[in-house]
C-alpha cells in the first residue's frame, strides 16, 4: 500500500511538472512569435487615464479598457499603442508595487501581442514630477533621482521578459527641468540603468520642456546606441488645440476661432483684461507650412543621428469648429507622412479621444483623416 501511494505521488509530480514546462514553453513562444522582430512603428494610439491621471477602482478600470478595446484600435489600422503609467497608479507610498495595476499592465501587452500592436510603455507622472507643477523635486534632490532610477530598474526586471519587438520604454513623460543638462544627466544614469539589463531594448527619448520641437538642440542623444526614437509633443496653436479645455490656462475663452490663419482677431478679445489677452494674442497665421517649419530642426537631427523621429502626443480638443479641426489634423499628418514621423495621437477615449467615452460611438471622420496616406 505504501508502495503504491509513493508510485502515485511520484506520478502526480511529474505530470504537474510535465505541464507547468509545457505551459512555461508555450507562454513564452507566444510572447517571442511576432510579426516583426525590430520594434518599428508607424501609427498609434495613447491609452490616456487607464493606469496615469487616474483614480479608478479595479472594478472601474477593468471596465474602461479591455481586450476588446486593443482589437478595435488594431482593426482602425493602428500598428501601436503608447500606454502611459503613474507612479502613484503602480507603486504605494513605500514603494510596493500594486499587484492588480501591474497585472493590468502585463495584459496590456499581452492582448497588444495578440493583436499584432507594439507597445510603448511611457512613465507619465512621477510623484516627484508632474509637467505642470511650477516645482518638481526631481531635478534638485539627489534622492528622489536616485528614486526615479530605482522605479525603471524596477520596469526593466518587470518586463525585460518581452521581446524587443513588442514594447519599448519611454523615459518621462514631457520633462520639465530647470535646465536642459538637468535632464540630459538624469536621463543618462537611467540609460545605464536599463541598458545593464536589456542592451538592446528600444528607448523612447523627449526633450526638456515638455518635449517640445524648440528644445530639441538641447537634448543629448547617447552615441552609437541606435536602440533609440527621438519624441515630441505638437499642440501648436495652443489657443486653437485647448479651445475651451476646462483644465488649460487659456479655457476662459469662449469666442471665435479658427484654423487656418491666425486663430483669434483682436476684435475678438476687447471684452478680455490685458492678463487675459497676454494668454491669447498671437499673431502668427498657421499653416501645414508652419508645421513644417516648425518641426524641421527636430527633423534634421533625427536625419544626422538615423534614429526614428516620433510625435508621442498630438491632438485637438472637440470644442473646435469641427471643419477647421479636421483640417488641422489633416495637415498635421500629413506633415508627418511626408517627414516619415512616427505618430500617437492623443488619445482613445479621453478628452480628445477617437472613442466617446460616454457613447463609445467612434469617431469615424477622424479615423479616416488620421489614417489617410499611411
Given at each position: ?351 480628445f479621444g477617437i472613442i466617446d467615452s460616454k ?16
Amino acid at each position: 500500500m505504501i508502495y503504491i501511494n509513493s508510485f502515485f505521488k511520484i506520478l502526480i509530480i511529474s505530470v504537474l511538472m510535465h505541464l507547468t514546462f509545457c505551459f512555461k514553453n508555450n507562454n513564452q513562444d507566444n510572447l517571442t512569435t511576432i510579426s516583426k522582430p525590430d520594434f518599428t512603428v508607424k501609427r498609434g494610439v495613447n491609452i490616456s487615464h487607464w493606469l496615469s491621471q487616474s483614480n479608478k477602482n479595479e472594478e472601474e478600470r477593468l471596465n474602461y479598457f479591455s481586450e476588446e478595446d486593443m482589437k478595435l484600435i488594431a482593426s482602425l489600422g493602428y500598428d501601436h499603442i503608447r500606454l502611459p503609467i503613474d507612479e502613484k497608479n503602480m507603486w504605494d507610498e513605500n514603494g510596493i508595487k500594486d499587484t492588480l495595476a501591474f497585472q493590468s499592465l502585463h495584459s496590456a501587452i499581452y492582448w497588444a501581442k495578440n493583436n499584432d500592436l507594439r507597445v510603448i510603455v511611457d512613465l507619465h507622472i512621477v510623484r516627484a514630477h508632474y509637467f505642470n507643477n511650477e516645482y518638481n523635486p526631481l531635478w534638485d534632490d539627489v534622492t528622489e533621482q536616485q528614486k526615479f532610477v530605482n522605479l525603471w530598474r524596477q520596469l526593466s526586471l518587470e518586463l525585460k521578459k518581452y521581446p524587443n519587438g513588442l514594447i519599448a520604454y519611454e523615459i518621462l513623460n514631457e520633462p520639465v527641468a530647470n535646465n536642459a543638462k538637468d535632464w540630459n544627466d538624469l536621463l543618462s544614469e537611467t540609460i545605464k540603468e536599463i541598458r545593464l539589463n536589456e542592451p538592446f531594448r528600444t528607448i523612447v527619448l523627449g526633450s526638456n520642456k515638455w518635449q517640445s520641437v524648440d528644445t530639441f538642440q538641447n537634448l543629448k542623444i547617447p552615441e552609437e546606441d541606435s536602440n533609440i526614437i527621438l519624441s515630441f509633443h505638437f499642440y501648436s496653436p495652443h489657443v486653437f488645440t485647448h479651445y475651451k479645455a476646462p483644465w488649460s490656462k487659456i479655457g476662459f475663452y469662449n469666442g471665435p476661432i479658427k484654423y487656418p490663419g491666425i486663430s483669434i482677431n483682436k476684435e475678438d478679445l476687447k471684452e478680455y483684461t490685458k492678463e487675459q489677452i497676454s494668454l491669447l494674442e498671437d499673431n502668427v497665421s498657421y499653416s501645414k507650412d508652419f508645421f513644417q517649419d516648425k518641426m524641421q530642426s527636430a527633423i534634421q537631427i533625427a536625419k544626422e543621428y538615423n534614429l526614428q523621429l516620433y510625435c508621442g502626443e498630438f491632438g485637438c480638443f472637440p470644442s473646435t469648429p469641427n471643419k477647421d479641426r479636421m483640417q488641422w489634423y489633416s495637415d498635421i499628418i500629413s506633415v508627418f507622412n511626408e517627414n516619415n514621423i512616427a505618430w500617437a495621437n492623443w488619445d482613445y477615449q479621453g478628452g480628445f479621444g477617437i472613442i466617446d467615452s460616454k457613447t463609445g460611438v467612434i469617431n469615424k471622420e477622424l479615423i479616416e483623416v488620421l489614417i489617410k496616406d499611411n
